[in-house]
Nanobody
Framework: QVHILESGGGLLQAGGSLRLSCAAS????????MGWYRRALGNQPELVAT???????NYADSVKSRFTIPRDNAKNTLYQQMDNLKPDDTAVYYC?????????????WGQGTQVTVSS
């Protein structure tokens, strides 16, 4: 059974930094595209960043140069380092794992972790 568990959310002031973690189990982590999404209250879910199996990353324009998403395949863990946080970054952040090469059912989400940035 696959488990995706985020941690590291919290409340902080604008300009601060935070690191989220996403621990995955029950899957071959290194074979999955991993990503972070976020959903602010009243908004649609938004892709924040993804990292391919190769390590290639992609970021939303709103977080470029402020967020990075390293992955540690040995620890089955994805991270998101968030610097210079802004109130607009306030959202629930979700970790996502997919390997659609194996099939559409290989698509997993965590429960989310809240990040709140005050001005």
């Amino acid at each position: 059974q696959v488990h995706i568990l985020e941690s590291g959310g919290g409340l902080l002031q604008a300009g601060g930094s935070l690191r989220l973690s996403c621990a995955a189990s029950g899957l071959t982590f290194s074979r999955y595209i991993m990503g972070w999404y976020r959903r602010a209250l009243g908004n649609q879910p938004e892709l924040v960043a993804t990292i391919l199996k190769s390590g290639t990353t992609n970021y939303a324009d709103s977080v470029k140069s402020r967020f990075t998403i390293p992955r540690d395949n040995a620890k089955n863990t994805l991270y998101q380092q968030m610097d210079n946080l802004k109130p607009d970054d306030t959202a629930v952040y979700y970790c996502h794992a997919e390997n659609h090469y194996l099939g559409p059912q290989y698509d997993y989400w965590g429960q989310g972790t809240q990040v709140t940035v005050s001005s």
